[in-house]
């Protein structure tokens, strides 16, 4: 039978990255899709701009949407300061699988909480599921339809408090034309662009970060 590209990026980090150092893993990923296989991770070049966001916020308590096979996940956890947390939601059961082996590779299971479901269903649950209060930072990464209706959500449900940061990524390629029309203009937020380049090739794409601002 066939594998899928979830499973062979798992293959490639079980082959060529240490267990227990998640720096490997984020590596052996990388090089799995500049040498094989493009995959939609955020990638090494963005995820330098990730990095340097979560360390500047320095967040106790991170929400992602859209996990894929954890590539993210992983680059987030390993800064988080040490009662830091972050949850990851991922309605692709498949891809769900791949990223909890990723994790545990990384041995990061403490640090990063999988849940498998869609983000409409989960965001107005988050609270009461999990008892957060509310989120410093959220990487908004799943389908790029869905990052302006759940952030709507987010707001109505108390999950954003005055300085939380949005860091959206893709948000011109593929585009999210409909969130950065409302980012950028709406007064609940202070909105900038960094540029940068699609994972893994030399296309235009970039993050949006955003402070809300109550
Ligand atoms: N953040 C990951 C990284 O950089 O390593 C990549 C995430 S990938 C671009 C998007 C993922 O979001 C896919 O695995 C998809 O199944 C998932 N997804 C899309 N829409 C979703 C939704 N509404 N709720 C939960 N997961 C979703
Ligand atoms: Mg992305």
Redesign the pocket.
């Known amino acids: 039978t066939q594998s899928t590209r979830p499973q062979r990026l798992l293959a490639a980090v079980q082959k060529n990255a240490t267990r227990g150092d998640p720096r490997s893993v984020v590596l052996a990923i990388d090089q799995f899709c500049r040498q094989k296989e493009w995959a ?3 990638g090494d070049e963005k995820g330098c701009i990730l990095d340097s966001v979560v360390s500047e916020v320095n967040p106790g308590a991170v929400l ?9 996940a992983v680059r987030i956890a390993c800064l988080l300061p040490p009662h830091g947390k972050i949850i990851t ?4 059961p498949d ?1 769900a699988a791949i990223a909890r082996q990723v994790i545990a590779w990384a041995g990061l299971e403490e640090k990063i909480q999988l849940v498998v479901g ?3 269903d989960w965001i107005p649950k988050i609270k009461e599921q999990f008892g957060v209060k509310t989120f410093d930072l959220v990487f908004l ?3 790029k339809d ?1 990052y302006l209706p759940d952030t709507k959500l987010m707001e109505e449900c108390g999950l954003l408090r005055e300085g939380s940061i949005l860091l959206a990524d893709n948000v011109i390629c593929p585009g999210t034309p409909d969130y950065l029309e409302y980012i950028r203009n709406s007064p609940r937020y202070k909105s900038q662009y960094f540029k940068s380049h699609l994972e893994y090739t030399k296309v235009e794409d970039g993050l949006e970060k955003s402070v809300f601002l109550g």
């Open positions: 939609m991770n955020v992602e949407l859209g996990t894929y096979c954890g590539y993210s939601l991922e309605f692709n891809n869609a983000s409409g990464d799943h389908w869905r």
